[in-house]
């Protein structure tokens, strides 16, 4: 028997046959009545097959308690909270992030930031009967600033990979593009591999063998600088040296975390600070 749709540690995930239309309106109803304000929702989305029919399910779901909803597109997790944050809006992107293709799910933002546990609970307490009216077909406003924005964040950076010659391992990433434009755009020399049409389940944490032995073998093959890549929602980095050996997502996130704390000195420092 098949587990219904739940909160688990990153939005709410369960198999798509049981992400319903009205069951996806219902939960952006209840986290839009929960937010108690505003006339506005951003949608975003990965590459997922089945993400479109769900983002659409968002925005009639919206509808229904007077919001309209914005479609960002397909685009990173991080790319889609980072403009909901500048416009203080809310936002729901639809990702399983790394789980099989035949799962998908939802991430809630509020206007400042991701949910948490609280809004969980206060969102379930909130949801709606199910709707005997059919739900409205609403026709989504593209928007790409959300990208454009987040690509600008980073190929204005004062940072040169000229002479550098970087893989990018695209399989299904929603950041493929943009990760390719960002690292032309600062110098380096751009190596496309494994580009999917299908939904490839990464995990920058629990690495498969498969992708292992690929990264391996494109290294040596390409005489590669590095190679780089992220999950399917692009909130996961996954980054590999020049002789195709991983460096975990959760491990390159304590580096940088850590890289951006000031250390004591005895001597004085005027270098500001970040």
Known sequence: ??????????????????????????YTRAFLRHLGAGDRLLVGRDLRNSSPRIAAAVAAGAATEGVTATDCGALPTPALALEAIRLGVPAIMVTGSHIPSDRNGLKFYRPD???????????????????????????????????????GRYTTLEVSLRGARIGVYEHSSVARDILAKVLTALGAEVI?????????????????????????????????????????????????????????????????????????????????RL
């Not at 709410?12 to 219902?26: C, I, M, Q, S």
Request: proline letters at 8%.
């Open 1 to 26: 028997m098949a587990e219904a749709p739940r909160f688990g540690t990153s939005g709410l995930r369960g198999l798509v046959t049981e992400l319903t239309d009205d069951l996806v309106a219902r």
């Open 113 to 151: 930031g991701e949910i948490d546990k609280a809004d969980e609970a206060a969102i379930v307490a909130s949801l709606a009967p199910v709707p005997t009216e059919p739900l409205p077909s609403v026709l989504l406003a593209l928007s790409t600033e959300a990208v454009d924005r987040y690509v």
């Open 192 to 272: 496309p591999l494994g580009r999917s049409s299908t939904f490839v389940t990464i995990d920058t944490e629990a690495l498969r063998a498969e992708d292992t032995a690929l990264v391996h073998g494109w290294a040596a093959e390409h005489g590669l600088d590095a190679i780089v890549s992220t999950d399917g929602d692009a909130d996961r980095p996954l980054i590999a040296n020049e002789n195709g050996v991983f460096l975990r997502g959760d491990v390159v996130g304590l580096l940088t975390e850590n890289s951006s704390v000031p250390r004591p000195s005895s001597r004085p420092s005027h270098r500001p």
